[in-house]
């Protein structure tokens, strides 16, 4: 069994700061690429930030400058600092990782927590 758990969502005004975080635990024997994904209501699940075994990251355009995400890889840990929040950012956010583990630990997976709230208010 491998499991995401997020932490540090919540409720701010626009133009504040939060910091998200995801542990991953359980039998997965690698991870290749650990991010952040959002969905808010109405739309499509969207991709907001990944970062890979390397240290390569990757930024959707509209939180480039805005949000940092970084990796422990001894704890298996990665984060999202969020900085000057706007309205559009409000959504429930997703830790995924994309490793070997779970059942089949010969078989890459994709890996999801249960997600964050986000909200913030203009």
């Known amino acids: 069994q491998v499991q995401l758990v997020e932490s540090g969502g919540g409720s701010v005004a626009a133009g504040g700061s939060l910091r998200l975080s995801c542990v991953v635990s359980?039998?997965?024997?690698?991870?290749?690429?650990m991010g952040w994904y959002r969905q808010a209501p109405g739309k499509q699940r969207e991709l907001v930030a990944t970062?890979?075994?390397?240290?390569?990251?990757n930024y959707a355009d509209s939180v480039k400058g805005r949000f940092t995400i970084s990796r422990n890889n001894a704890k298996n840990t990665i984060f999202l600092q969020m900085k000057s929040l706007k309205s559009e950012d409000t959504a429930v956010y997703y830790c995924h990782a994309l490793g070997f583990g779970g059942p089949i630990p010969t078989v890459e997976h994709d890996f999801w927590g249960q997600g964050t709230q986000v909200t913030v208010s203009s």
């Open positions: 970062i890979n075994s390397g240290d390569s990251i």
């Open positions: 359980g039998n997965i024997f690698s991870i290749n690429v």
